[in-house]
């Protein structure tokens, strides 16, 4: 849905916004107009989504999350998995007391069922890993220690980065693109396997796929390439969640590392670091950088000049993923 859309769709999505404190402004109901593409920037600048002023997949997907509150709904494992900011609070809660959750990602998956178990066992609940009424009701007694949010996914990972070799050599770093870059993610791939990396090269439109396929090979590390719709831009964007306060500091550092090197090499403009949840970063297991090009035809006429900029910022994390 965008600006000129009408009908019971857009009542519902004006319906979510103000439900979560954005209004639509003076726009008529059922009407997408310029409030409600207002309305929707506000609300993808605040969920760290891709900021357009259209509902698309991502944003709807997160309209429908941000609906859901701790006690809800019953919140266990299952396929597809559950996804909502209940579940968010609920890792967050849960990883502030010393329990594995994993990243704070707000999906409710093996590791967060275990975490739940964990709790209950500890609070002589009974042990089922579904976080019900009784299950909530613990956790509120104990209070919210939302300044230790994620302290057990964050230790985890500084430790293992800390121990990691520190040059490119085996390592195995995933270069992604969801289209029209295929050259390019060629040119990537190849001075990085010189440089004795083990790289994976992934061409597909879907970047769940592209994030469960980067899981499964066990990446050190994830390189996102992806053509943002207009400008001229050159933007690196790593996993952070705001509504929860919650991000991969590793990934903050390589997106850092991305952005020195990368603008300058093609002769765009510096568009900065951001936190961001879209799938590429919100569904990988390790630091993922997701970075936004445009226009394409400046992309893919320095193709070798950004290949040469990514191995320079990915040797520099490699070297030092913590800055520690």
């Not at 297991?285 to 990915?314: G, N, W």
Request: with cysteine.
């Amino acid at each position: 849905m965008a600006e000129g859309s009408s009908g019971e769709p857009v009542r519902d999505l004006q319906r979510r916004l103000a439900g979560l404190g954005f209004d639509s402004g003076s726009d008529e109901h059922g009407r997408y107009g310029s409030g409600t593409e207002s309305a929707i920037r506000s609300f993808e600048q605040q969920h760290s989504l891709r900021i357009d002023g259209c509902c698309g997949p991502q944003t709807w997907a997160s309209l429908v999350e941000a609906g859901y509150r701790l006690g809800d709904r019953l919140l266990y494992h299952r396929s597809p998995m559950l996804r909502g900011d209940d579940v968010a609070t609920l890792q967050r809660r849960l990883s502030a007391l010393g329990f594995d959750t994993g990243r704070v990602d707000g999906i409710f998956g093996p590791q967060t069922a275990r975490a739940v178990g964990e709790f209950q066992r500890n609070a002589g609940l009974t042990v089922d890993a579904t976080c019900g009424r009784d299950t909530v009701a613990a956790l509120h007694r104990l209070g919210d220690r939302g300044d230790a949010a994620s302290v057990v996914a964050d230790v985890r990972e500084r430790e293992a980065l800390r121990s990691a070799p520190r040059t490119l050599v085996g390592q195995r770093i995933v270069v992604g693109q969801s289209g029209g870059l295929d050259a390019t993610v060629h040119a990537v791939a190849k001075v990085l396997t010189k440089a004795g990396a083990v790289v994976i090269a992934l061409n597909d439109p879907d970047e769940s796929s592209q994030a469960q396929q980067a899981n499964e090979v066990g990446a050190t590390a994830y390189l996102g390439l992806a053509v943002a719709a207009t400008g001229l831009c050159c933007t690196s964007a790593y996993y952070a969640h705001s509504v929860t306060g919650t991000e991969s500091a590793a990934g903050r550092r390589l997106a850092q590392h991305v952005q020195r090197t990368v603008p300058a090499a093609l002769g765009l403009p510096d568009g900065g670091v951001r936190g961001m949840r879209v799938p590429a970063l919100r569904e990988t297991r390790m630091p993922a950088v997701l970075c936004d090009l445009a226009p394409l035809s400046v992309v893919i006429e320095h193709s070798v000049a950004l290949a040469d900029a990514l191995l320079d910022a990915t040797a520099a994390w490699i070297a030092d993923p913590l800055g520690d």
